[in-house]
């Protein structure tokens, strides 16, 4: 096999017009079969691949090892190799209505390492030929491959990310794996083992890819860079241990559904969570955590006794999210303050009422803790309110709850302004604790007398007034108010209200002596009326000049 480039010449040697390279292939050309691979159909448009040398991290390919030559998505030529360099196979342009690689598209290189079963990613340099795609030419390369890819895990500084890798690590060490790190305070398992390099303690070893990993790191936020090659998530055994939270990985290289990640197992969850307060409660149809993110850990909390060994699906038996698909609004509190810690306990409210009316949109809960507030949620009609609260961690100094603690909780009226205390009734005694369960589920109730029991039409205030005086009245039902003000003979003077809209409370209105027409009263005997479904009433006023 040779090629060689011939020139076109004119009198003047030194300058050719022109040049092409010719390939002279002596033999036969006979790759071996692929089976990775899925090339177009041959078609007569032919383009030789001429590989001059190719290594996968710096070791030579092995006979069975598969190239494949792609335009965009498709590929478009493939040879199994068959042990000796050049390696010649042909790919296949377009011819008619075939499918094929076009003239001037750009080439790109797959690798099929048949010994470690992975993809490797390429990059390739021409020693000859063309340097794109062109009918009836060919190419020269040299291919530099590798199966190890880089996993970038976003870490937010000053609380506690729930991490995990899908990724194989190049070196297991769990130094080595987080070792640069800036920050690093410390690193924990579900089982208590931990990594502490301020103290150059670690019980982990090495890491597990099954596991999800807490890991606390302070300064600014950062990016871990985990190197490492892909697994087949089916392969790897998660043991789910019963009666605790277990710290588990995602295997998946994708956002996938948690509802069709865990179908297998969806009986016996009970909760499913992550370091950001969502969740997936099957049992209630509660899913606020939506999909299973690449780099993310997450927290299972399985019903029973028994402990589950537990396998993902594999890629094909799953949903790849291409958006998020939680039932979840991004409404964030604005008058209860509290910390993320990134240690969650859910709290899920099912009904919240205030002087026996329910709770209006905008509405806020909070969550107490000895007095400290530690978590909240804005309250939507349509749906369950759930609340991620937040553990402390002394050793870093995060504010939060500690287990066994007494849940509290208060309520806050956007419409009134006003924060007041609840009652709660757990679904359970051992909800009432912080961690006393895997969640805790509450109604709460409250009385800060915002909402009048009855309709009510009180005493005007200053009585007698000189010139303006206020009206109070109470209306505990949303109704439509007219409020008429009649002198001594049952005229009719000033509405100063006339089938309004109210909705529950106590409200107060501002009469300023007028009448209809803005002319000033005489003093005198005046009635106010008021008008609210089947209730009426009527006070008397003294207008004193």
């Not at 899925?38 to 040398?53: G, Q, W």
């Not at 909240?376 to 504010?399: H, M, N, R, Y």
């Not at 501002?510 to 209809?516: A, F, R, T």
Request: proline share 5%; hydrophobic share 35%.
């Amino acid at each position: 096999l040779t090629s060689k480039k011939i020139f076109v010449r004119t009198n003047n040697l030194r300058q050719p017009l022109d040049s092409l390279e010719i390939l002279y292939i002596n033999g036969i050309v006979a790759p071996l079969q692929v089976s990775h691979f899925t090339p177009v159909a041959e078609t007569n448009n032919l383009f030789y691949i001429v590989v001059d040398d190719a290594d996968i991290d710096g070791t030579q390919l092995q006979t069975g090892d598969e190239i494949a030559i792609f335009d965009g998505e498709t590929c478009v030529g493939a040879g199994g190799f068959n042990g000796s360099f050049p390696f010649v196979f042909p790919v296949y342009g377009i011819d008619g209505g075939s499918a094929g690689f076009a003239d001037g598209d750009t080439m790109s290189v797959q690798i099929w390492d048949s010994r470690h079963l992975q993809m490797a990613t390429c990059h390739y340099s021409v020693n000859g030929g063309c340097q794109t795609f062109q009918s009836g030419g060919f190419t020269r390369l040299d291919i530099n491959g590798t199966i190890y890819r880089t996993l970038q895990i976003p870490l937010t500084a000053g609380r506690f990310n729930l991490i995990s890798s899908y990724l194989f690590p190049r070196d297991t060490r769990i130094d080595s794996v987080f070792h640069g790190l800036a920050g690093l305070k410390i690193l924990y398992q579900d089982n208590g083992n931990a990594y502490i390099p301020q103290y150059n303690l670690n019980s982990i070893g090495d890491m597990d890819i099954s596991e999800g990993y807490h890991i606390f790191i302070d300064g600014s936020d950062q990016v871990l860079n985990i190197n490492g090659i892909g697994i087949l998530p089916e392969n790897w055994q998660i043991l789910l241990r019963a009666k605790q939270f277990n710290s588990v990985a995602t295997l998946y290289n994708a956002s996938v559904d948690v509802t069709t990640a865990f179908q297998s197992i969806v009986d016996q969850v009970d909760i499913i969570q992550n370091d950001d307060g969502g969740v997936w409660i099957p049992a209630m149809s509660i899913n606020s955590l939506g999909t299973l993110e690449p780099g993310d850990g997450y927290q299972v909390f399985i019903k029973g006794d028994t402990d589950i060994e537990f396998y993902y699906p594999s890629v094909d038996q799953v949903t790849v999210a291409k958006e998020a698909v939680a039932e979840k609004t991004d409404i964030e509190p604005e008058h209860f303050q509290f910390v993320k810690t990134g240690l969650p306990y859910t709290v899920v409210v099912q009904s919240a009422n205030f002087d026996q009316h329910p709770f209006e949109n905008g509405d806020e809960i909070g969550i107490f803790a000895n007095g400290l507030c530690v978590g909240a949620g804005v309250w939507q009609t349509d749906q369950a309110l759930v609340i991620p609260t937040w553990k402390s961690f002394e050793d870093q100094k995060l504010p939060g709850y500690n287990p066994g603690e007494q849940i509290k909780i208060r309520g806050y009226s956007r419409r009134f302004r006003t924060e007041f205390e609840m009652d709660a009734q757990f679904a359970s005694e051992s909800q009432k604790e912080f961690e006393g369960a895997s969640y805790s589920v509450i109604n709460a109730n409250g009385s800060p007398e915002l909402i009048p029991q009855k309709y009510a039409l009180k005493q005007n205030y200053p009585n007698p007034f000189n010139p303006s005086t206020m009206i109070p009245f109470d209306i505990p039902n949303e109704s439509n108010v007219t409020i008429i003000i009649y002198n001594m003979l049952g005229e009719e003077i000033y509405r100063v209200a006339n089938n309004q809209n109210y909705l529950p409370g106590h409200y107060q209105i501002l009469w300023n002596g007028c009448s209809d027409n803005g002319r000033q009263l005489a003093s005198g005997i005046y009635f106010v009326r008021m008008i609210a479904g089947d209730y009426q009433a009527i006070r008397k006023m003294i207008f004193l000049k």
